[in-house]
């Protein structure tokens, strides 16, 4: 599997959104939203996929802190004070180049546990 490394990471619209650039020329703008909820943390995705937890509420979310992790990642901060999620760059690339699958499978659990993206919560 090839390397993804990042030629640019910026905080847009006031944390809201992620800018990420890769050296392979992919770039994805993601939501502060997005991430948050599919945040690598064990708080979230637990120890194994029927440990995972879905998270509402975090429609309006942002970014407030970008801290490096050795060179493999970042840790985000989000304004919640979620922070123990370490994104390394190669899932920040799985995350923008199965955007569309993984938000699907987010709205889907929502709907099924009751939540929703305004409303703060978890099942």
């Known amino acids: 599997m090839t390397d993804h490394w990042p030629a ?3 905080l847009k ?7 990420v650039a890769f050296e392979d020329r992919t770039e994805y703008v993601l939501s502060a939203e997005y991430l948050r909820v ?7 995705q637990g120890h194994n996929p ?5 998270v509402g509420g975090k429609r309006g979310c942002s970014i407030v802190e970008i801290e490096p ?13 979620h922070t123990t999620g370490i994104f390394t760059w190669k899932y920040l ?7 569309s699958e993984k938000w699907s499978f ?4 929502l709907k099924e546990k009751g939540l929703d ?3 703060p919560g978890q099942a």
């Open 8 to 10: 640019e990471l910026r």
């Open 13 to 19: 619209d006031k944390g809201r959104t992620l800018y």
């Open 38 to 44: 599919m945040s690598p943390s064990a708080e979230v």
């Open 50 to 54: 029927r440990d995972r937890v879905t």
């Open 69 to 81: 992790v050795g060179s493999y990642g970042v840790r985000l901060g989000f304004d919640d004070r």
């Open 93 to 99: 690339h799985e995350l923008g180049a199965t955007y």
């Open 106 to 109: 987010y709205e889907a659990e």
């Open 117 to 119: 993206r305004d409303r």
